[in-house]
């Protein structure tokens, strides 16, 4: 599977932006998608997920109401509609692809494809 990630950038706190996670390489029908995230000197971390086949969603409580996984089949595209930004959602946004998934992961070391990253700043 390769992935390819978009749509970082900076933006004011309160603002939003939408990252998209193209997808190729294989079938989707039968992965989980997840988006994570890295700030400097900190772990990665689970952002939200999707299981493609049933469009099912699965977010960290830091974003829980704020952000918006999504997939267009038609596109093989996912996406993260990330609005009311805050400085702390500052990062490497990363989007992973797990193929192998009996139950939706929330760790990084789960995922098996792994797109390059965009950078999200927010400003205060």
């Known amino acids: 599977v390769q992935l390819q990630a978009s749509g970082g950038g900076l933006v004011q706190a309160g603002g939003s932006l939408r990252l998209s996670c193209a997808a190729s390489?294989?079938?989707?029908?039968?992965?989980?998608m997840g988006w994570f995230r890295q700030a400097p000197g900190m772990e990665r971390e689970f952002v939200a997920a999707?299981?493609?086949?049933?469009?099912?969603?699965y977010y960290a409580d830091s974003v829980k109401g704020r952000f918006a996984i999504s997939r267009d089949n038609a596109k093989n595209t996912v996406y993260l509609q990330m609005n009311s930004l805050k400085p702390e959602d500052t990062a490497v946004y990363y989007c992973a692809a797990d193929s192998s998934w009996t139950v939706v992961a929330l760790k990084s070391d789960e995922y098996d494809s792994w797109g390059q990253g965009t950078q999200v700043t927010v400003s205060s």
């Open positions: 999707i299981i493609w086949s049933r469009g099912r969603t």
């Open positions: 390489g294989r079938s989707f029908s039968s992965v989980v």
